[in-house]
Protein backbone atom coordinates (compact mmCIF):
# COMPACT_ATOMS: atom_id res chain seq x y z
CA UNK A 1 0.00 0.00 0.00
CA UNK A 2 1.48 3.98 -1.02
CA UNK A 3 2.12 5.98 1.88
CA UNK A 4 0.35 8.82 2.92
CA UNK A 5 1.78 12.46 3.50
CA UNK A 6 0.87 11.59 7.02
CA UNK A 7 2.52 8.63 7.48
CA UNK A 8 5.78 9.75 6.74
CA UNK A 9 8.65 11.71 9.03
CA UNK A 10 11.95 13.54 8.52
CA UNK A 11 14.88 14.60 11.19
CA UNK A 12 14.94 18.55 12.10
CA UNK A 13 18.46 19.56 12.17
CA UNK A 14 19.41 18.27 15.55
CA UNK A 15 18.31 14.65 14.09
CA UNK A 16 14.91 14.52 16.53
CA UNK A 17 12.17 12.82 14.50
CA UNK A 18 9.52 15.14 13.40
CA UNK A 19 6.37 13.18 12.33
CA UNK A 20 4.27 15.00 9.35
CA UNK A 21 1.31 13.84 11.32
CA UNK A 22 2.19 16.22 14.04
CA UNK A 23 1.66 18.86 11.48
CA UNK A 24 -2.04 17.79 10.44
CA UNK A 25 -4.28 20.91 9.85
CA UNK A 26 -1.52 23.17 9.05
CA UNK A 27 -0.74 24.36 5.58
CA UNK A 28 2.70 23.44 4.43
CA UNK A 29 5.50 24.50 2.16
CA UNK A 30 8.21 21.78 1.85
CA UNK A 31 11.56 23.79 -0.39
CA UNK A 32 14.94 22.02 -0.54
CA UNK A 33 17.54 25.18 0.32
CA UNK A 34 21.05 25.37 -0.33
CA UNK A 35 23.28 28.20 0.56
CA UNK A 36 25.18 28.88 -2.57
CA UNK A 37 22.32 28.53 -5.05
CA UNK A 38 21.64 31.88 -7.36
CA UNK A 39 17.79 31.27 -5.46
CA UNK A 40 19.34 32.04 -1.88
CA UNK A 41 17.99 35.05 -1.60
CA UNK A 42 14.23 33.51 -1.52
CA UNK A 43 15.02 32.59 1.92
CA UNK A 44 14.23 35.90 3.04
CA UNK A 45 11.25 36.11 0.75
CA UNK A 46 10.24 32.94 2.44
CA UNK A 47 10.70 33.86 5.89
CA UNK A 48 8.53 37.25 5.01
CA UNK A 49 5.69 35.09 3.97
CA UNK A 50 6.35 32.34 6.94
CA UNK A 51 5.77 35.57 8.89
CA UNK A 52 2.81 36.68 7.63
CA UNK A 53 1.18 33.59 7.71
CA UNK A 54 2.39 31.80 10.67
CA UNK A 55 0.02 32.33 13.06
CA UNK A 56 -2.71 31.14 10.64
CA UNK A 57 -1.53 27.66 10.39
CA UNK A 58 1.41 27.96 7.96
CA UNK A 59 4.36 25.84 8.27
CA UNK A 60 7.59 26.38 5.96
CA UNK A 61 9.84 22.92 6.31
CA UNK A 62 13.51 23.73 4.17
CA UNK A 63 15.55 21.10 3.65
CA UNK A 64 18.98 21.73 2.58
CA UNK A 65 20.29 19.41 0.17
CA UNK A 66 23.41 19.14 -1.76
CA UNK A 67 22.42 17.38 -4.94
CA UNK A 68 23.01 19.93 -7.65
CA UNK A 69 26.32 21.58 -8.08
CA UNK A 70 27.47 21.22 -4.49
CA UNK A 71 25.47 24.39 -3.64
CA UNK A 72 24.94 23.20 -0.30
CA UNK A 73 28.27 22.58 1.70
CA UNK A 74 27.05 22.99 5.09
CA UNK A 75 25.48 20.74 7.14
CA UNK A 76 21.82 21.52 8.75
CA UNK A 77 23.09 22.80 11.55
CA UNK A 78 25.16 25.36 9.93
CA UNK A 79 22.50 25.87 7.21
CA UNK A 80 19.95 26.89 10.09
CA UNK A 81 23.08 29.14 11.56
CA UNK A 82 23.72 30.52 8.36
CA UNK A 83 19.82 31.13 7.02
CA UNK A 84 19.41 32.54 10.26
CA UNK A 85 22.08 34.94 10.24
CA UNK A 86 22.31 35.80 6.92
CA UNK A 87 18.36 35.63 5.99
CA UNK A 88 16.38 36.36 9.25
CA UNK A 89 15.04 32.34 8.99
CA UNK A 90 13.07 31.52 11.77
CA UNK A 91 11.14 28.67 10.11
CA UNK A 92 11.76 25.07 10.79
CA UNK A 93 15.44 23.96 8.91
CA UNK A 94 15.73 20.03 8.63
CA UNK A 95 18.10 17.66 8.03
CA UNK A 96 20.44 17.44 5.26
CA UNK A 97 18.66 15.35 2.36
CA UNK A 98 19.06 14.08 -0.98
CA UNK A 99 15.75 15.10 -2.93
CA UNK A 100 16.71 12.99 -6.20
CA UNK A 101 18.71 9.74 -6.93
CA UNK A 102 18.72 6.20 -4.92
CA UNK A 103 19.76 8.11 -1.75
CA UNK A 104 16.37 10.36 -2.53
CA UNK A 105 14.42 11.02 0.81
CA UNK A 106 11.22 9.10 1.71
CA UNK A 107 9.37 12.68 1.61
CA UNK A 108 11.17 14.17 -1.23
CA UNK A 109 10.41 10.57 -3.09
CA UNK A 110 6.63 11.07 -1.97
CA UNK A 111 6.52 14.49 -3.08
CA UNK A 112 7.31 13.96 -6.50
CA UNK A 113 5.84 10.89 -7.47
CA UNK A 114 2.47 12.63 -6.02
CA UNK A 115 3.53 16.07 -7.78
CA UNK A 116 4.96 16.41 -11.34
CA UNK A 117 7.27 19.14 -12.60
CA UNK A 118 7.61 19.65 -16.48
CA UNK A 119 8.54 16.90 -18.12
CA UNK A 120 9.52 14.82 -15.09
CA UNK A 121 8.73 14.29 -11.76
CA UNK A 122 12.57 14.77 -10.90
CA UNK A 123 13.10 17.57 -9.14
CA UNK A 124 15.49 19.44 -11.59
CA UNK A 125 17.10 22.51 -9.07
CA UNK A 126 17.06 23.98 -5.51
CA UNK A 127 14.31 25.58 -4.01
CA UNK A 128 11.77 23.34 -5.77
CA UNK A 129 8.28 23.99 -3.49
CA UNK A 130 5.37 21.96 -2.81
CA UNK A 131 2.28 23.12 -1.12
CA UNK A 132 0.99 21.16 1.33
CA UNK A 133 -2.99 21.09 2.26
CA UNK A 134 -4.32 20.99 5.82
CA UNK A 135 -5.65 17.88 4.41
CA UNK A 136 -1.93 16.46 3.39
CA UNK A 137 -2.68 16.45 -0.05
CA UNK A 138 0.34 18.11 -2.73
CA UNK A 139 -1.87 20.71 -4.05
CA UNK A 140 0.75 22.92 -5.92
CA UNK A 141 4.67 22.37 -7.52
CA UNK A 142 6.72 25.27 -7.59
CA UNK A 143 9.32 25.86 -10.13
CA UNK A 144 12.81 27.18 -8.25
CA UNK A 145 12.72 30.44 -10.01
CA UNK A 146 9.28 31.06 -8.92
CA UNK A 147 9.80 33.38 -6.10
CA UNK A 148 6.94 32.94 -2.81
CA UNK A 149 5.06 36.27 -3.54
CA UNK A 150 3.64 35.02 -6.69
CA UNK A 151 1.90 32.24 -5.12
CA UNK A 152 0.99 34.06 -1.64
CA UNK A 153 -2.60 33.63 -2.42
CA UNK A 154 -2.42 29.64 -3.06
CA UNK A 155 -1.13 30.03 0.67
CA UNK A 156 -4.18 32.23 1.80
CA UNK A 157 -6.67 30.24 -0.11
CA UNK A 158 -5.84 27.04 1.07
CA UNK A 159 -5.04 28.44 4.99
CA UNK A 160 -9.11 30.09 4.76
CA UNK A 161 -9.94 26.32 3.01
CA UNK A 162 -11.24 27.94 -0.46
Not at 64 to 93: I, R, W
Not at 101 to 118: D, V
Amino acid sequence: MKAQFYDLDAKDEEGTLVKMSDLKNKVLLIVNTASECGFKNQLSDLETLYQKYKDEGFVILAFPSDNFMNQEPLNATEAKEHYHCDYGVTFPVMEKVDVKGKSIHPLYKYLTEGKSGLLTNRIKWNFTKFLVSREGKIVYRYAPQRAPASFEEDVKNLLRGL
